[in-house]
């Protein structure tokens, strides 16, 4: 995910630059929706282990932080 994020974000920074990255991703429109659909991974990866903190409880990821229960 992190290597297509930067090379979405690339081709959609720099779409003249780095026209020759727009082929292998099918053109900026589709390098534009692959970078908002990693994005969207990003962030469903991120809720998913902050639920399960909360399911561990509040102790249990003191614990972890800290090092020591």
């Known amino acids: 995910m992190g290597v297509g994020s930067l090379v979405t974000g690339l ?3 720099r779409p ?4 020759f990255l727009h082929g292998p991703l099918g053109g ?7 970078h ?4 969207a991974g990003y962030c469903g990866f991120f809720l998913m282990h902050v639920g399960q903190v909360i399911r561990a409880g509040w102790p249990n990821f003191r ?3 800290s090092g020591r229960e």
């Open 11 to 13: 081709a959609i920074y």
């Open 16 to 19: 003249v630059q780095l026209s």
């Open 28 to 34: 900026y429109q589709n390098a534009r929706t692959i």
């Open 36 to 39: 908002f659909l990693l994005t």
């Open 63 to 65: 614990s972890m932080v």
